[in-house]
């Protein structure tokens, strides 16, 4: 069985504050392709190949040669950018968004954290061009690609509650989630939600 939306709180619901923001985004921890969005977002590796992790999973649900076929479309895509493909028949999920993230071996740098946000940026881009409304990203780049949770949390609340307050597209976009699977992602995903709802 598939969760939806409507059963999922809002971050509003927890906080009681800045409705406008907090009132579109929901913290789920779970399966991407169990939940009934309008599209996911894929953590793809630049050949858009599949491979572990989400990208296997989101592979195995839509069936490994349909999504295939229609990844072969496309030439590959870079880092921070995103492509989209149908939903492959998912809980009839509209469409599936494939971003890749930057891979962090050592250090963290300015160019990481750029790139990370560039993925979630990307992807909202192809969600309003496409007339989606909601959308379910993963924790991009904190698996394999081994950027740290703490700092993706960090980074991407900062990202998001900016972008739903003040992009000119942002009535477009009823919900985001945010889907962890490990729960240090929801530990850190919390701690930076908290620190945004101290400030009102
Ligand atoms: P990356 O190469 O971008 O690091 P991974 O697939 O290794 O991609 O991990 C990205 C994130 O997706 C990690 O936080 C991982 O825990 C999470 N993840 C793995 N499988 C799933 C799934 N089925 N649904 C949601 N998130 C998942």
Redesign the pocket.
């Known amino acids: 069985m598939a969760t939806a939306l409507e059963e999922l709180p809002t971050l509003f619901h927890k906080y009681g504050v800045a409705k406008n923001v907090l009132g579109k985004l929901i913290l789920w921890n779970g399966?991407?392709?169990r939940i009934k969005v309008d599209a996911i977002v894929n953590?793809a590796n630049s050949r858009l190949a599949g491979g572990?992790?989400?990208?296997g999973?989101i592979h195995r649900a839509a069936g490994h040669a349909t999504l295939q076929e229609e990844c072969r479309k496309y030439s590959g895509c870079k880092v921070g950018k995103a492509v989209i493909t149908s939903g492959c028949g998912i809980n009839h999920i509209k469409n599936i968004i494939h971003t890749v993230?930057p891979q962090v071996y050592g250090k963290l740098s300015e160019k990481h954290r750029d790139d990370l946000i560039s993925c979630y940026r990307s992807s909202l881009e192809l969600a309003v061009e496409n007339k989606l409304s909601s959308i379910a990203f993963?924790?991009?780049?904190?698996?394999?690609?081994g950027y740290p949770h703490n700092a993706a949390a960090e980074a991407v609340t900062d990202f998001l509650t900016n972008w739903l307050e003040n992009d000119q597209n942002k009535d477009q976009i009823s919900h985001v989630v945010l889907?962890t699977?490990?729960p240090v992602?929801q530990q850190c995903y919390e701690k930076y939600f908290d620190e945004f709802a101290a400030k009102f």
């Open positions: 399966d991407i392709t953590a572990g992790g989400v990208d999973a993230g993963c924790c991009i780049s904190t698996g394999v690609y889907v699977f490990m992602d």
